[in-house]
C-alpha cells in the first residue's frame, strides 16, 4: 500500500472511530423526557426558593433537552423555555432571573453538565454558573446541582410525577 493510501485508510479508520464513541456516549446517557415536581424536602440550600411550586416538562432526543417550566411563588405564576443542544453548541436561553445566558451542555459520564455564562454587573465581566443534572438510581428522581463561584450549592431534587 502506498503512503497516500495508508494515510487515507488511517483518517477514515480514526474518523470511524471517533464517531463510534461518539454514538456509544450518546447511547448511553440518561433520557430526562417527562413531567417532574420540585421536592423541596430533598432539596438543599433552597433559601426562598423553599417555597416556589416548580414543575418541569423535559422532552429529549439525541440532538436537544427541551424544558418547559412553570413555577409559582407566592401566587406569581412564571413559565419559560429553556433548550440545550446534547452536541455541546452555545445556545441562547434566558436565565431563571431574567436575562439572556449563553447556555453549553456537554456529557460527563451520566450527568449533563450545562455552564450558563450572564453578563456581570460589571462592564465587561461576566458571571458563570455550573450545573450538573443526574437521575437517580431508580429514574424516579432528577438531581440538579447549581454551582456559583465559590459558594454553596443549590441543589434541587425532583420527583417524576409522568
Known sequence: MNLTRRKTARALFGAALAMLSLAAA???????????????????????MAAVKQTLV??????????AETSDFQGQKTERSVRYDLKGAPVVNEGAMGGKSTTVAKWDG?????????EG??????????????????????????????????VMVFDRVQ
Request: net charge positive; charged share 20%; hydrophobic share 35%.
Open 121 to 154: 454587573t460589571v462592564a465587561g465581566t461576566q458571571n458563570v454558573r455550573t450545573e450538573n443534572r443526574s437521575l437517580g438510581a431508580d429514574g424516579k428522581t432528577m438531581r440538579v446541582e447549581s454551582i456559583r463561584g465559590t459558594n454553596k450549592p443549590v
Open 110 to 118: 451520566d450527568k449533563l453538565v450545562v455552564t450558563w455564562t450572564t
Open 58 to 67: 423535559i422532552t429529549q432526543d439525541a440532538g436537544e433537552l427541551r424544558i
Open 26 to 48: 450518546a447511547a448511553g446517557a440518561p433520557n430526562f423526557a417527562g413531567t417532574w415536581q420540585i421536592n423541596p424536602a430533598k432539596s438543599e440550600n433552597l433559601g426562598m
